[in-house]
Nanobody, 113 residues
C-alpha cells in the first residue's frame, strides 16, 4: 500500500508556472506507475499525465517526472491558463494494473486571468 501527499498548489497569474510534488510513503515506490489527474469545479475528474502520455490540453506545457530515490513524482506546469484551474491529484497503480487504487488528497491550483 502507498500513501500520497501532494503539495505545491497555489494562485498564479495566467502565463505563470507551478511545480506540484507528490510524496509517497512506502518502500516500493518504484514499482508503482504514477499519474496526475485534475478536477475543475462542476466537472468530472480528468487525466492529465502519466510517464507515457499527456492530455492534449496540457501537451507541451506540462511535464511529469519522478525521482524514485525521493519517493516523489512531480508535475511541472508552464504557461498556465485559467482553464487549468482545478484540484490536482496524484495517483498510483501497481505495475500490472490499469486501475489507480491510491490517491492523494489533492492540491488546489488557481490561475487568474
Amino acid at each position: 500500500q502507498v500513501q500520497l501527499v501532494e503539495s505545491g498548489g497555489g494562485l498564479v497569474q495566467a502565463g505563470g508556472s507551478l511545480r506540484l510534488s507528490c510524496a509517497a510513503s512506502g518502500h516500493t515506490f518504484s514499482s508503482y506507475a504514477m499519474g496526475w489527474f485534475r478536477q475543475a469545479p462542476g466537472k468530472e475528474r480528468e487525466f492529465v499525465a502519466d510517464m507515457r502520455y499527456y492530455a492534449d490540453s496540457v501537451k507541451g506545457r506540462f511535464t511529469i517526472s519522478r525521482v524514485n530515490a525521493k519517493n516523489t513524482v512531480y508535475l511541472q506546469m508552464n504557461s498556465l491558463q485559467p482553464e487549468d484551474t482545478a484540484v490536482y491529484y496524484c495517483a498510483a497503480r501497481e505495475g500490472g494494473s490499469s486501475i489507480y487504487d491510491y490517491w492523494g488528497q489533492g492540491t488546489q491550483v488557481t490561475v487568474s486571468s
